[in-house]
């Protein structure tokens, strides 16, 4: 499976942005998608997740409310519409899938492929 990610941009606080991510391959392996995103010096961690399947999502506590994920299943793509970013959402943001079953999970260890990540910088 191979992922694409595209959509990252500079923004001022309070706009919005939609990451996509279109996904090549034998996809219909890795039913869990999901978003995480790097701060510069910090550790990889879960922005969103969903099973396009069944359509179930999961989202950190910083972006619930305000991040909403998707899919296309038509188009093998994912999207994340990012609504009133801060500043504290600049990141790289990076796509990956799990193959590991239908479960939402959370940790870097439960995606097994990786997008290469896409750059949003939110100025305040």
């Known amino acids: 499976v191979q992922l694409q990610a595209s959509g990252g941009g500079l923004v001022q606080a309070g706009e919005s942005l939609r990451l996509s991510c279109t996904a090549s391959?034998?996809?219909?392996?890795?039913?869990?998608l999901a978003w995480f995103r790097q701060a510069a010096g910090q550790e990889r961690d879960f922005v969103a997740a969903i099973n396009w399947v069944n359509k179930n999502t999961r989202y950190v506590e910083a972006v619930r409310g305000r991040f909403a994920i998707s899919t296309d299943n038509a188009k093998n793509t994912m999207y994340l519409q990012m609504n009133n970013l801060k500043a504290e959402d600049t990141a790289v943001y990076y796509c990956?899938?799990?193959?590991?079953?239908?479960?939402?999970?959370?940790?870097?260890?439960?995606?097994?492929?990786w997008g290469q990540g896409t750059l949003v910088t939110v100025s305040s």
């Open positions: 391959g034998r996809t219909v392996s890795t039913p869990v």
């Open positions: 990956a899938a799990r193959s590991f079953g239908g479960l939402i999970q959370m940790a870097r260890s439960d995606y097994n492929y």
